[in-house]
């Protein structure tokens, strides 16, 4: 891993998008990561075939689309978190062929709602005007009263569609699927696969996998058209593979690093077939009655994924620190590697507080102040403490007409993480007893969901749930 030289970014077939991660066939895309197909982007993580979208975190087939998580074909949307088909609207939860509602929770098929009541188109374009986060204070006291909503409207136990005999969260198209999360396009017979999907099959402990393969166990982005592919990431178009990284096109290769189109290597050395199936179970033998054993004592044998300290990344540089974070002393501990801070000298030109002033009153030049992060580096969010506007950042802030944002990009995608449910489940019982339901008192349904028994959230079983919001 030392020795081979790696790709600066992970980026392919992508035009002007040279400060993305995972690009492919992307173009004048700025600070996202994973996207894919996706045109004059900024600041997201996995944007998917879409154009013109600021600041969001998985949103597929969109268009003019702010501040939104778990999105798909949405126009002219910002502040909506999964909502599917809808037009001209902010501040969207759950709500399906909507447009011209702000505010709403829960909603199908509607049209110039506020906080889920129903106006003219009159009064709607009147009444908007008294919450639209054209500033600082109106988005304060927007993301107040919609926050109060969403606490009373039920939610479904957990947003899984058109699957059969799943749990996790956030699945389509599925089957047979258990403790899965976010997977999009499709996955079968699959068990701990995180963010993935798209023809997945038989696999388990994969975390960004998929594209027509099967039989991955604990396998990091990998995936179009794999096959038996173990302990491994980075590995495409490729079957029977162990513990390799970054190699595409190729089959039986054990131990190997950026090989393309390659057959029976071992560390990257060309053997004959023979050779091949003759060494790896005297290894795989080997690793199991010599385990390496890292700093802290934790022994490694044959069957698990490579030692954490072996990792290029430090453990809040990778996304672990998204899912299961730690505090530097926590992660020390247990002997992960921890990015020291860079100290930044930054001398901020403007306070976070200063670009709340409505967005009509922004003025050209501010795309050349340093402004301050309002977490001023004080969070754990690997805040760099200060930001720019980029001038299509302002010019698509004046055509939403949003007020522009106060903390810098690390910050903003951690709150998304915080908005989204952990990767856990717990069993929990139904909470509706609404008369006129099947159940006479507390529906008896149980269900695994993502939201603790500790959450304010009213959760509901499917039939509940479809009983009152579609
Ligand atoms: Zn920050
Ligand atoms: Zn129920
Ligand atoms: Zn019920």
Redesign the pocket.
């Known amino acids: 891993m030392e020795n081979v030289p790696q790709k600066n970014l992970d980026n392919v077939n992508s035009v002007n998008c040279g400060f993305c991660a995972s690009a492919v066939e992307c173009k004048d895309c700025y600070l996202c990561i994973g996207s894919y197909k996706s045109e004059r982007c900024l600041y997201g993580d996995t944007v998917t075939m879409s154009k013109n979208c600021v600041d969001n975190y998985f949103i597929v087939g969109s268009e003019l689309v702010y501040k939104s998580i778990d999105c798909s074909k949405c126009f002219m949307v910002s502040f909506a978190s999964f909502c599917t088909d809808c037009m001209y609207s902010s501040f969207i939860y759950d709500c399906k062929n909507c447009s011209y509602c702000f505010g709403c929770a829960g909603l199908r098929n509607k049209k110039y709602c506020i906080f889920n009541e129903q106006y003219t188109k009159e009064e709607y374009e009147k009444k908007i005007r008294e919450f639209y986060p054209t500033n600082g204070i109106l988005l304060k006291k927007t993301l107040e009263i919609f926050g109060e909503l969403l606490l009373k409207i039920p939610r479904k136990y957990a947003l899984i569609t058109h699957s059969v005999n799943c749990t996790g969260d956030v699945i389509e198209n599925s089957k047979d699927c258990k403790s899965c999360f976010w997977i999009t396009g499709g996955a079968e017979n699959c068990k701990l696969a995180v963010c993935g999907g798209f023809g997945l099959k038989d696999s388990r402990d994969v975390y960004s996998g998929g594209g027509q393969s099967e039989m991955l166990y604990e396998v990091v982005t990998s995936g179009l058209g794999c096959k038996n592919i173990s302990f491994s990431g980075r590995i495409q178009q490729s079957m029977d593979i162990k513990y390799s990284i970054d190699c595409y096109g190729s089959s039986n290769l054990f131990g190997c690093v950026g090989l393309r189109s390659k057959s029976y290597c071992i560390l990257n050395k060309q053997y004959t077939k023979e050779e091949y199936e003759a060494f790896v179970p005297k290894i795989i033998e080997h690793m199991s009655q010599n385990p390496y054993v890292d700093k802290v004592g934790r022994e490694y044998r044959y069957g698990e994924f490579f030692p954490m300290e072996l990792s290029h990344f430090p453990y809040n540089g990778s996304t672990a620190q998204e899912h299961f974070p730690k505090t530097k002393e926590e992660a020390e501990k247990a002997g992960y590697v921890w990015r020291q801070e860079i100290e930044k000298d930054y001398i901020p030109s403007k306070k976070s507080e200063d670009v709340l002033i409505d967005i009509s009153d922004i003025p050209d030049s501010i795309t050349e102040e340093i402004i301050e992060c309002a977490h001023k580096g004080e969070c754990n969010d690997i805040c760099v403490k200060a930001f720019r506007i980029t001038p299509d950042e302002l010019q698509f802030h004046r055509k939403m007409n949003i007020v522009l944002p106060v903390l810098c990009p690390n910050c903003r995608h951690m709150e998304f993480i915080r908005q989204r449910n952990p990767l856990k489940l717990w069993h929990r019982q ?1 909470m ?1 007893n609404k008369p006129g339901h099947s ?1 006479k008192s507390r ?1 008896p ?1 149980e269900f695994e969901t993502s939201y603790s028994p500790k959450r304010k959230e009213v959760v ?2 499917e ?2 749930y479809n009983a009152e919001v579609v």
Do not use: A, F, R, V
Request: net charge neutral; glycine share 0%.
């Open positions: 139904c509706c159940h529906c349904n509901y079983c039939s509940c």
